[in-house]
């Protein structure tokens, strides 16, 4: 499958530990997005690279949130001193370059902060 | 991005066709309309997206109204297989938002 591929696709974890999610892009795609879904709501937007370039982050990545691409293919979204309300799914997206505009989407992670 | 309407939930019989509408007045030239769906607990998938030209793949038909200020996804024959939450997006910029969507119900 060559597909986006998260992992873990679950995680569980007591609240104020890190918790840390890989993202794996289609191979050509130098584009890459992570989102966060809680129930009832649809995919809001965290954070975008192009390539290694962190190029956009939203208000909602808080300073807990960290993301990394570093050799412009895999990603890493990291939370530290996690938070019951960071329970969500983590969506992680990649697209083409230019004129490519279409996303493909994860399977997700399912962070759950007890 | 232009910002979109969509109804909450909608149902419809399997066999039949599931028409999905979206506004999206604010809508301007070089914003494309795109549709994605998500299937429960999984990632959204894409389906289908269209400039104002009318556009039909394997999945659906997508019709744009003329003055592009609200499209329609058409799902041919729906299957149970359809029960999905429908996303309508319009982008014109790198980041795409979406909103609550359309959860669409198939019943037998």
């Known amino acids: 499958d060559t597909g986006v591929s998260q992992d873990p696709r679950h995680k569980i974890t007591k609240r104020g530990q890190n918790v840390t999610f890989r993202c794996d892009p289609i191979?050509?795609?130098?584009?890459l997005y992570w989102y966060r879904q809680t129930l009832g709501q649809g995919p809001e937007f965290l954070t975008y690279f192009q390539n290694e370039a962190q190029l956009e982050k939203s208000r909602l990545l808080s300073d807990r949130f960290s993301a990394e691409r570093p050799k412009g293919s895999f990603s890493t979204l990291e939370i530290q001193r996690t938070e019951q309300g960071d329970s969500a799914m983590y969506l992680c997206?990649?697209?083409?370059?230019?004129?490519?505009?279409?996303?493909?989407f994860g399977p997700g992670t399912r962070l759950l902060v007890l | 991005d232009a910002k979109t309407t969509q109804p909450p939930s909608m149902d419809c019989a399997e066999g039949r066709a599931a028409n999905l509408p979206c506004n999206h007045s604010t809508i301007s030239g070089n914003e494309y309309v795109y549709w994605y769906r998500q299937i429960h607990s999984q990632g959204p998938q894409y389906i289908i997206h269209?400039?104002?030209n009318n556009e039909t793949n394997e999945m659906a038909s997508l019709i744009i109204t003329e003055d592009r200020k609200s499209s329609t996804l058409i799902l041919p024959h729906a299957t149970l297989r359809d029960t999905a939450v429908y996303y309508c997006?319009?982008?014109?910029?790198?980041?795409?938002?979406f909103g609550r969507g359309t959860s669409l119900i198939v019943h037998p």
């Open positions: 997206a990649s697209r083409a370059g230019q004129g490519q505009e279409t996303q493909y």
């Open positions: 997006i319009v982008r014109g910029s790198y980041i795409p938002t």
């Open positions: 191979s050509e795609h130098n584009r």
């Open positions: 269209g400039l104002k």
